[in-house]
């Protein structure tokens, strides 16, 4: 199953990159959200091979994801690839220049059963692929109208 989403940003493609690749800081609003996760294999940079373990509660049954770093390219894209319950996924984050001002985000996410549990859960999330792609579109945007007022911020940009 797959989801795709853009989102056009008023801010220079270095910010929106660095915004959206400040993995210490997803971590730590994981773990204010009540998420245990922890990066397996420590490195001094964000590079690809960077490791997370990460479990969690979700419709009360424990859960547990492994999600790797698999492709980074400063500042036009990064991959993330995770398995968690039998369902491996990818998430894509590509970056483009539209202006010196301006850049777009697009935003995939690729779901794959590997059990038959886990087809069975992604066949039922087909049955609501309109509600979570609402859902999913409305966050890219939310993250993206965030990185413009961080962005709007720093530089005393008022609107």
Excluded at 45 to 63: D, I, M, N, Q
Aim: aromatic share 10%.
């Amino acid at each position: 199953m797959k989801f795709s989403t853009r989102q056009d940003i008023e801010a220079p493609i270095d910010f929106v990159f660095r915004r959206a690749s400040d993995f210490t800081g997803f971590e730590k609003q994981a773990l204010r959200r009540g998420i245990e996760i922890e990066r397996v294999a420590e490195l001094d940079t964000v590079a690809p091979g960077l490791c997370w373990s990460a479990s969690f509660a979700f419709r009360g049954k424990p859960r547990q994801i492994e999600a790797e770093l698999g492709r980074f390219e400063e500042p036009q894209a990064y991959v993330i690839h995770s398995t968690s319950g039998g369902v491996e996924a990818d998430l894509s984050v590509d970056f483009m220049a539209l202006s010196r001002a301006k850049t777009r985000v697009i935003v995939g996410l690729d779901m794959r059963p590997q059990t038959l549990s886990a087809r069975l859960m992604i066949q039922s999330l087909k049955f609501a692929k309109a509600n979570l792609y609402k859902r999913f579109e409305a966050r890219v945007e939310r993250f993206g109208k965030d990185i413009q007022e961080q962005y709007n911020r720093e530089n005393g940009i008022r609107i």
